[in-house]
């Protein structure tokens, strides 16, 4: 024990030998390793924020569809002809639940005749969980006693030569197999930052688009969720099954993971030079050391006790460094939990285009507890190695001089 706690000694008095170098050396493990934590929950708190954000606004977490209604597993397309009752979901909490019908129909103006998509979704209930209404530009939301009133974008409605109150002539297939025509009424207009859900979406009331498509009243395509982004999956119903937005936007999701993946890309490559720097500093330190150790040699202190008391010395940079580094980061962190960033720093002020539409988020940052240990562990490990080879050159040193 006593052998212990002076080589501690010994080590620690050795770094107040030069209290600049290792304060620098301790600055560097510390701004590292707290930038590392930083820049690990920006990306995960910017992922998250970002995608909520897109997925109240129409997408949802996730779907609840009739197991045939997305064919050959190719979420791109869909069968409308496959609906699922309120019987099938019953079981399933309403409150953070909206009914959905989806159809691909024609759309006629003075101009031309152009496809979409018409969405059938319940006004007040849609209200109280998606963000959809936050891109009404003009005219009012569909109102919930109103028939066949609509809901379109503004470019499509350029494309068209519609205004408002002008009456659009829809026309499809329903669900029975004959043609479903009806006029409906132009009420509002929807700004999505000019992407595509301006030309791809159109929307009305969910008895509106079960009256065009000749469905039943209890009956419906999507039972979509916006149950907070994160929480765990609900089992699918009997009848039914459980699609994830993931699966639905792939390279929405695709592109998330691509950034986290770059994010430790870049944590790995700062950790990696700021290890060079060290072992390079450490080298020069140890070199400058050299007489120290021969003396040691002289006295009887083997090879292995002057590179334990190396390591240990290193071990105590690090330990200074790198929780200095954590405190940092985490502190950093909860000051931007407190103070949202604006992503609009990082676009010179314009929109975030994803999914066909703007989104301008703040990113709220969330402390992700494994990052507090995951980005010291890496620090401490390639620091580790940029100790071998100085440790070794000494030991191989040390030989000879014995």
Not at 271 to 293: A, C, D, P, Y
């Amino acid at each position: 024990m006593n052998h212990h706690k002076f080589l501690i000694k010994f080590s620690w008095r050795n770094l107040g030998r030069h209290p600049l170098r290792t304060l620098i050396m301790a600055l560097g493990l510390c701004f590292g390793t707290g930038y590392i934590i930083f820049a690990l929950n920006f990306s995960a708190s910017g992922s998250r924020e970002i995608v909520s954000d897109f997925l109240a606004q129409y997408s949802g977490s996730h779907q609840i569809v009739a197991p045939d209604y997305y064919p050959d597993l190719d979420k791109k397309k869909f069968n409308p002809n496959y609906i699922i009752n309120d019987e099938m979901v019953k079981n399933l909490d309403y409150k953070v639940y909206v009914k959905r019908i989806t159809l691909p129909v024609f759309l006629s103006g003075p101009k031309k005749t152009l496809g979409t998509l018409l969405t059938g979704l319940e006004p007040d209930h849609e209200l109280t969980l998606s963000k959809v209404n936050k891109a009404l530009s003009q005219g009012h939301f569909i109102d919930k006693n109103g028939e066949f009133q609509i809901l379109l974008g503004e470019k499509l409605a350029r494309k068209l030569g519609l205004k408002l109150g002008d009456e659009v002539a829809i026309f499809g297939q329903a669900l029975d197999g004959s043609v479903a025509n009806e006029m409906f009424k132009l009420v509002g207009l929807m700004n999505f930052g000019g992407g595509e859900m301006e030309e791809n979406l159109a929307f009305t009331d969910l008895q509106s688009s079960q009256r065009f498509a000749v469905i039943p009243e209890d009956h419906f395509h999507q039972y979509i969720s916006f149950a907070q982004f994160g929480t765990a999956y609900p089992i699918a119903p009997e009848g039914t099954v459980l699609v994830p937005w993931d699966s639905i936007l792939p390279e929405i999701s695709g592109s998330i993971r691509f950034i986290d993946i770059f994010t430790w890309i870049v944590a790995v490559i700062i950790v990696v030079v700021i290890s060079l720097g060290m072992g390079n500093t450490l080298m020069i330190t140890f070199l400058e050391r050299q007489k120290e150790f021969y003396s040691l040699n002289v006295i009887g202190a083997r090879s292995s006790w002057v590179a334990i008391s190396l390591a240990i010395e290193v071990a105590l940079l690090g330990i200074l460094g790198i929780g200095s580094g954590v405190i940092l980061g985490n502190l950093v962190t909860l000051f931007f939990h407190h103070y949202p960033i604006s992503l609009k720093l990082f676009t010179g002020g314009k929109a975030i285009m994803m999914g066909g539409m703007a989104i301008i988020p703040k990113v709220r940052l969330w402390h992700f507890h494994q990052y507090s240990w995951q980005a010291p562990l890496l620090v401490f490990v390639f620091m580790s190695l940029s100790l071998s080879l100085p440790i070794y050159r000494i030991i191989q040193r040390s030989k000879r001089a014995d």
